[in-house]
């Protein structure tokens, strides 16, 4: 029993301990955001057309602010990725002495993991859609309109990310709720691996709010490892098991009252 207990223990300060370094990884990581902003996405540039007698789209190019433009932009990445760390950890908090009674909070854990990366991309495809001047000259030039940018460089970063929630929250359930945990496993491996499928198709863009993500889901995935493990639990026991009267065995008592 103590042996269970130090296990439980030692499997939630992992998972702790596992979402505070993908949060440090994505402060560390954090200038690669900044570059997909401004230098795929577009962001804080414009297209401008002059510096001839006779301007033409071909004789334009993309006018960008200087680097303050991205501090707003690259403060509240940080900050969305702190908050949903932070909200994840009150989540563990609140499940780890019952991950199997409470495994659907749990497996919303994959899905927290990634709302910084959609509410970012959105919040992109707003400003694109409201700021995106000149694009007919632009996409004239061949250079294409800032929305054609985010099409390429976000979209599919953004499909691949909630893809990867809907794979992890489907195998989080099944790890917590201690069923299939061989499908549970390659479900939240591949949904690992489509966060890194995400950073490459936004060419590291979304790499910090990635780990961020990654940090969250094994977070998530150690402290299911103490299903049977609770305090006053045991292994494969339904809550109800649990909770029951013990006898000298070990055993649920089943005598009538």
Request: proline residues 4%; charged residues 10%; hydrophobic residues 55%.
């Amino acid at each position: 029993m103590m042996q269970q207990l130090e296990q439980a223990r030692g499997a939630r300060a992992l998972a702790l301990w596992t979402v505070a370094a993908g949060f440090i990884g994505a402060v560390l990581t954090g200038l690669s955001a900044a570059s997909w902003l401004q230098g795929f996405l577009r962001f804080g540039c414009s297209w401008s057309v002059g510096g001839t007698e006779s301007p033409s789209p071909a004789d334009g190019g993309w006018v960008c602010g200087d680097g303050i433009v991205l501090f707003l932009p690259g403060a509240a990445i940080l900050v969305l990725g702190g908050l949903a760390v932070l909200t994840a950890a009150l989540l563990f908090l609140a499940v780890w002495r019952r991950v199997r009674e409470r495994a659907a909070a749990l497996a919303s854990a994959a899905l927290l993991a990634v709302v910084p990366t959609v509410v970012t991309c959105l919040v992109m495809l707003r400003d694109a859609s409201v700021h995106d001047g000149n694009a007919q000259e632009a996409i004239a030039a061949g250079a294409g309109s800032r929305l054609a940018q985010w099409n390429e460089f976000a979209l599919p970063a953004l499909i691949a990310t909630v893809a990867a929630a809907c794979l992890a929250a489907v195998g989080l359930w099944l790890r917590a709720r201690g069923r299939s945990r061989r499908v549970a496993g390659a479900l939240v491996i591949g949904a690992l691996a489509l966060l890194l499928v995400s950073a490459a198709l936004s060419i590291l863009g979304t790499l910090s709010l990635g780990l961020v993500a990654a940090g969250i889901i094994a977070g998530a995935w150690s402290l299911s490892a103490t299903v049977g493990h609770e305090p006053g639990g045991l292994p494969g026991a339904t809550p109800q098991e649990s909770s029951a009267p013990m006898s000298i065995e070990g055993v649920p008592d089943r005598r009538p009252e």
